[in-house]
């Protein structure tokens, strides 16, 4: 049986799926389905003592930290083992996975379709099989729409529940860690671990909205129909349209301005950027501090506002990727923005919410290729409550 060694320097040569290897002793690690012995290995924006943090860019960030992220130390307190820092697109600005100066990620799953991003390579970690839990983050959807093109578990929690301290942040208001994994056990118990406090319980879920799924037509007929066959009540009635239009009018300006401002102190360098980051960073040069707020009191609003979403169910389900996985070669100059539009429509807004959500794979442990996924959305706070519900969807799969 390949040891971990063996399937990090695999997932490099044969996915480019790693950035550094962390030195470690490979008796140490227990591949059980729990933290103690666990290798895990941490997107490269996530600071972990002693080895340089890149942000997959040849910029200087001038980070060799020389101290642990939280949520670094969180998992190492409860036995898991730093064994590699995952390769991601530059800065992680960019849902589509196409610019490191590491080189693009590949997807094990099919190497001709779009593995997504910015989480790139964590991802590509679970899905080659090289490790059972990596660490991403998440603020668009950087998290589960790579699992989804990568047909992994993704999960994002609720904004804020777990520290972001020790983690170069790409717009601060929606930054997220996330976590990829084999399996929902290992998701929960590195979210319990991670977490500021003691996430509430579970809660026994009735009724899960599907409206997103059924205007989809035919695409989602298989989990619908094994919904039906299930204890779940499927309502309808959750207009997402309108939220999807909303959130991503207030994100745009906050983004970019946020980003803008991270990256000042670094465009003395611009010129070490991959060139389609520094466009993207310098097209919040222009905007204002007054748009910014009005965008910011906006999110406010919403946030208030969308939780009638959840009136008659207090779970929705919707897809990952609008079209579902988008292949290389369908992927033009004139089509890359819509394209990666297509990834985050229905990630992007939860982001903005900061509801928790994961990415759920419809494709079979077995089959070939990526198949489609669907995501799961809860009440901010009800973390546990939408791992629970996906952990039933698995069971109906």
Request: some cysteine; aromatic content about 6%; hydrophobic content about 40%.
């Amino acid at each position: 049986m390949p040891t971990v060694s063996d399937r990090l320097h695999h997932a490099q040569q044969d996915f480019n799926a790693v950035i550094s290897v962390i030195p470690f002793d490979e008796h140490a690690l227990d591949e059980s389905p729990t933290l103690k012995g666990q290798p895990v290995a941490f997107k490269d924006i996530v600071d972990v003592a002693g080895v340089s943090t890149t942000c997959g860019t040849e910029v200087n960030v001038g980070r060799t930290p020389v101290k642990d992220a939280p949520v670094v130390q969180r998992l190492t307190a409860k036995g898991a083992l730093p064994v590699a820092k995952a390769n991601l697109q530059e800065f992680s600005y960019g849902i589509l996975g196409d610019a490191s100066a590491y080189g693009r990620v590949i997807n094990p799953r099919d190497p001709e379709v779009c593995g997504g991003g910015s989480s790139s390579g964590s991802a590509a970690l679970v899905a080659c099989g090289a490790l059972q839990l990596t660490v991403g983050s998440d603020s668009a959807g950087s998290v589960r729409v790579p699992a989804a093109c990568q047909g992994v578990l993704g999960f994002k929690p609720t904004f804020g529940v777990i520290p972001v301290e020790g983690v170069f942040p790409f717009a601060p208001s929606f930054d997220c860690i996330g976590f990829f994994a084999s399996s929902i056990d290992l998701i929960e118990q590195a979210f319990i671990a991670t977490a500021e406090e003691e996430p509430a319980a579970a809660q026994d879920v009735s009724a899960v909205d599907v409206t997103a799924l059924k205007a989809k037509g035919e695409r989602f007929a298989n989990l619908l129909a094994a919904l039906e066959r299930s204890d779940f009540e499927l309502t309808e009635g959750a207009d997402l349209e309108g939220t999807i239009a909303a959130t991503a009018e207030l994100y745009e300006p906050m983004r970019l301005k946020e980003v803008y401002d991270v990256h000042r102190p670094l465009l003395d360098q611009r010129e070490k950027y991959q060139d389609v980051i520094l466009q993207r960073v310098l097209g919040g040069e222009n905007i204002s501090q007054e748009d910014y707020d009005a965008a910011a009191r906006g999110v406010e609003k919403l946030r208030e506002d969308a939780l009638a979403l959840l009136a008659d169910a207090p779970i929705i389900l919707t897809p990952t990727l609008d079209s579902g996985p988008l292949k290389w070669s369908d992927i033009t100059p004139d089509n890359t923005a819509e394209s990666a539009a297509s990834l985050r429509r229905w990630t992007e807004p939860f982001n903005v919410l900061g509801w928790p959500a994961i990415t759920v794979p419809l494709r079979g442990e077995e089959e070939e290729g990526v198949g489609d996924a669907v995501q799961v959305v809860g009440k901010p706070g009800e973390d546990l409550t939408v791992l629970r519900v996906a952990r039933a969807l698995r069971a109906l799969l």
